[in-house]
C-alpha cells in the first residue's frame, strides 16, 4: 500500500496550490479518500473528503476555498487549494475516509506567508 503526496511549497496569502495524492489501485478503487492536515503544535485534522462516486465534504474553515477531487482512472486524488490564509499552513497527508494508520505517508508541507 503506498500514498505519496505531491505539490506542496511556499505560496503568499490569496495564494492557490494543488496538492496530489497517487494510491496504489487496489485501496483507491475500494474507498472513499480524504485529505487531512497537521498544523504546527496541533493534531492531524480531516480537511475534505470524497467517495467513490465523487460526493464530498469539507470542514467549515475551507469550504467555498478548497475543492477535492479523484480521478480514478490514474489513481489520484487532488486537492485545489485557493485563497488560502496562513493558518492553513501544514503538512498535509492523504489516506482512505475513515484513515487507517498503516496508510500514512510523508505528506506534503504547505507553507502561507507573505
Known amino acids: 500500500v503506498q500514498l505519496v503526496e505531491s505539490g506542496g511549497g511556499l505560496v503568499q496569502p490569496g495564494g492557490s496550490l494543488r496538492l496530489s495524492c497517487a494510491a496504489s489501485?487496489?485501496?483507491?478503487?475500494?474507498?472513499?479518500m480524504g485529505w487531512y492536515r497537521q498544523g504546527p503544535g496541533k493534531q492531524r485534522d480531516l480537511v475534505a473528503s470524497?467517495?467513490?462516486?465523487?460526493?464530498?465534504a469539507y470542514v467549515n474553515s475551507v469550504k467555498g476555498r478548497f475543492t477535492i477531487s479523484r480521478d480514478n482512472a490514474k489513481n489520484t486524488v487532488y486537492l485545489q487549494m485557493s485563497s488560502l490564509k496562513p493558518e492553513d499552513t501544514a503538512v498535509y497527508y492523504c489516506?482512505?475516509?475513515?484513515?487507517?494508520?498503516?496508510?500514512w505517508g510523508q505528506g506534503t508541507q504547505v507553507t502561507v506567508s507573505s
Open positions: 489516506n482512505i475516509f475513515p484513515p487507517v494508520d498503516a496508510y
Open positions: 489501485g487496489t485501496i483507491f478503487s475500494a474507498n472513499a
Open positions: 470524497i467517495t467513490r462516486g465523487g460526493s464530498t
